[in-house]
């Protein structure tokens, strides 16, 4: 899927999803298009930090299943 982005010099431009984390680590681009709108690198939340989950492992159940 290609994404929009906008580089520090103001251009815009879409790449390939997979890119969109290292161009962020990177920091090539200022921010990037997405379905709710668009997102400001280091002002907007641009990924949950995930957590810990206290359940059950399914997964690893059907692993070695």
């Given at each position: 899927?290609?994404i929009r982005?906008?580089y520090?010099e103001?251009?815009?431009a879409?790449v390939?999803d997979?890119?969109?984390?290292?161009?962020i680590?990177?920091r090539k681009?200022v921010?990037?298009?997405?379905?709710d709108?668009?997102?400001?690198i280091?002002?907007?939340?641009?990924?949950?930090?995930?957590?810990s989950?206290?359940?059950?492992?399914?997964?690893?159940?059907?692993?070695?299943?």
């Amino acid at each position: 899927m290609l994404i929009r982005v906008v580089y520090d010099e103001f251009q815009s431009a879409k790449v390939h999803d997979y890119l969109l984390d290292s161009l962020i680590m990177q920091r090539k681009i200022v921010g990037f298009f997405r379905s709710d709108g668009y997102v400001r690198i280091g002002q907007d939340r641009v990924r949950g930090t995930g957590g810990s989950y206290v359940g059950h492992d399914r997964r690893r159940a059907l692993k070695a299943a």
